[in-house]
């Protein structure tokens, strides 16, 4: 049976964002990527949609699967040109299938990753344990988990709604600490953004002032949001998280 998520997701693919953007909470995505994977690994992109990163990560020589809900957004990965400038072996290996149930073998790879998908599962749990279960002991998972203290959560649940889902799912500082802690791994790197972000989304805000100007800028540092946000990461709207999955003994 198609899901509702699905559908969506299938008739979105053709205008779906495809390239990775330039502003800092974007950049911030591929230079994670790239800092906690080398050439010649193991790489999957779970919830890659038409695979923006999926494909950039191929071209540098990572050995990527991408996995998706949709069968259209994965489609539209495989008739884009960067795609098809690959050779086949580079080529990322096109999976449909659900975060919560990843059909790979466990401790097969060196990194997964699943970046603006996990916020929409009410059963997050589910699919992180299964990003964890996919990785080689030492090797990396990084997230991005929705904080429930900023309004920004508010404001892409009534989206997100409208568009005839649940809603989204921010999780605690302590649920995700104490998941980590269950699924043997441990956080080596925590980036929070969005504590200044959520002013964009008040009326008019986004329209009418050249806020969004001040607090993002181009490029991997830090902008004026991410700054911030640093000081007062319990109130990030976003957290980048990378776990690493701890040696057996």
């Known amino acids: 049976m198609t899901s509702h ?29 790239r800092k906690y994977s080398s050439e010649g690994e ?7 949609a038409s695979g923006r990163h999926a494909i950039e990560l191929a071209c540098v ?6 996995i998706d809900l949709s069968f259209g957004m994965l489609k539209k990965m495989s008739v884009r040109d960067s795609f098809d400038a690959l050779e ?10 659900k975060a919560q149930s990843i059909p790979l073998a ?10 603006a998908t996990l ?15 996919i990785v080689r002991p030492g090797g990396h998972v990084i997230v991005d988990i929705a904080r429930p203290w900023n309004f920004g959560w508010l404001y892409w649940r009534r989206h997100y709604r409208k568009l005839g889902f649940p809603g989204i799912f921010p999780l605690s500082n302590k649920a995700t600490g104490k998941l980590f802690s269950c699924l043997g791994c ?22 009418k002032t050249s806020l969004r100007h001040w ?35």
């Open 5 to 33: 998520e699905q559908i969506h997701f299938d008739g979105r693919a053709e205008t779906y964002e495809t390239e990775i953007g330039q502003e800092y909470p974007q950049a911030l995505k591929w230079w994670l990527l």
């Open 88 to 97: 086949n072996f580079q080529k990322p290996k096109p999976i449909v299938a």
């Open 186 to 207: 441990y956080p080596v790197e925590t980036i929070a953004t969005g504590f200044l972000t959520q002013l964009l989304y008040l009326p008019y805000v986004e329209q």
């Open 61 to 66: 020589n990572r050995d990527v699967t991408c």
């Open 42 to 48: 193991q790489v999957v992109d779970v919830g890659g």
């Open 215 to 249: 607090i993002h800028r181009n490029g991997e540092g830090p902008d004026l949001d991410g700054k911030v946000t640093a000081k007062v990461p319990l109130l990030a709207n976003r957290e980048y998280i990378v776990l690493r999955k701890e040696k057996r003994i």
């Open 106 to 115: 466990s401790q097969s790879v060196d990194l997964a990753y699943c970046y």
């Open 119 to 133: 916020l929409l599962m009410h059963d997050q749990d589910k699919a992180i344990s299964e990003l964890v279960r």
